[in-house]
């Protein structure tokens, strides 16, 4: 059976009209208490229309754990009202909403930020400060943080959760053993390296219930010796599969290097790697801007879906496109055979 970017896909019980999503991406236009305002709701509804599924931009957990000083969040009751906002603006297309809860860990804004909160004492770079190494006490604070983040996304409408668990934030940090040095039970073996994210999975399903949809996108490759490589993270993720639907997987971010060559597709490889080891579906990132493309890897089984971002901000109207052109393709055809 041919797979093609227009087909449904399901995650979880959530039926998507076709493939394509409408990967995370940063406004840089929330407030300064980290409240979405007009323009997110303008910009996410207007760009609604053709994608199968929209995923928020990254959205804090915690006022300490926000990517930059003008991102938004869910870190109180009263985030609550503006996310129902976006909702209803991209429900009105017939499209369903996650948001991505996140937490910056070593990378969060010093502009926001009081206390610097990682894994282990290891800075990102200068620019981001030395962290403090997570106690017992802050794992336990920041977990119920996710917990109440993901009641709030639910009271916002909004119609499943992506947990950020890449690109170097808190929860990758966990995961990879370069930034990763405890010696407890959240460090060390692959198994220990998880158990953080497994607790946080724990935390946002007692709110959700099973039914309600949850994705996990992580990096796949550190870029760097000694980091996280696709099989690792498959093994880490195997024993946490049945409680999260959808794996969105990306690459990097954990260090202040960039891959080698950046070209289109480049990290399909990496989701085609997990996709070889686990159930859920797998969606594939990382310049997949044409439609020949994506139902390549689509039809190849490297990936159940594709997720773009930066030709949506130029072209509110991209993804229609991309969506028409196997009719377009497929009209052509039959007027050349009459």
């Known amino acids: 059976m ?13 039926k998507l009209r076709n493939r394509l999503i409408m990967a995370p991406m940063q406004q840089y236009k929330g407030t300064p208490e980290g409240f979405a305002n007009d323009h997110h709701v303008r910009f996410y509804g207007r760009r609604a229309n053709h994608v199968g599924l929209v995923v928020l931009e990254s959205t804090a957990v915690s006022a300490d754990g926000r990517l930059f000083p003008n991102d938004i969040g869910l870190f109180t009751d009263r985030h609550t009202k503006p996310l129902r906002k976006i909702a209803d603006a991209v429900h009105a297309s017939g499209t369903p909403v996650f948001v991505q809860l996140s937490h910056g860990g070593r990378k969060s804004s010093p502009a926001t930020t009081k206390r610097l909160l990682a894994p282990s004492a290891v800075a990102y770079d200068d620019s981001c400060g030395q962290p ?8 336990e604070r920041t977990i119920e943080e996710y917990r109440l983040a993901a009641a709030r996304s639910v009271e916002a409408g909004l119609d499943g959760i992506e947990i950020h668990a890449a690109h170097g934030f808190l929860l990758h940090e966990f995961l990879s053993p370069l930034s990763n040095l405890r010696e407890d039970e959240y460090g060390g073996s692959s198994e220990n390296r998880a158990r953080f994210l497994k607790e946080v999975l724990a935390a946002v399903r007692s709110e959700t219930g099973r039914h309600y949809p949850i994705m996990i996108r992580v990096s796949a490759t550190d870029f760097a010796a000694g980091g996280l490589t696709p099989g690792e993270l498959g093994r880490m993720l195997k024993p946490l599969e049945t409680e999260f639907d959808a794996l969105d997987v990306s690459a990097g971010g954990l260090l202040p290097v ?12 990496y989701a085609a790697a997990l996709k070889q080891r686990l159930n859920v579906p797998v969606i594939a990132v990382g310049k997949i801007y044409t439609r020949s493309l994506a139902d390549r890897i689509l039809e190849d089984g490297l990936a159940d879906a594709v997720a773009i971002a930066r030709p949506l901000i130029e072209d509110p109207d991209y993804a229609g496109k991309m969506l028409s052109l196997e009719r377009e393709e497929d009209r052509a055809e039959e007027s050349a055979n009459v």
């Open 258 to 269: 960039q891959p080698a060559d950046v070209h289109a597709g480049y990290q399909v490889p």
């Open 2 to 14: 041919n797979i093609n970017l227009n087909d449904s896909i399901r995650i979880g019980e959530l």
């Open 132 to 139: 403090s190494a997570m106690n017992r006490s802050d794992i």
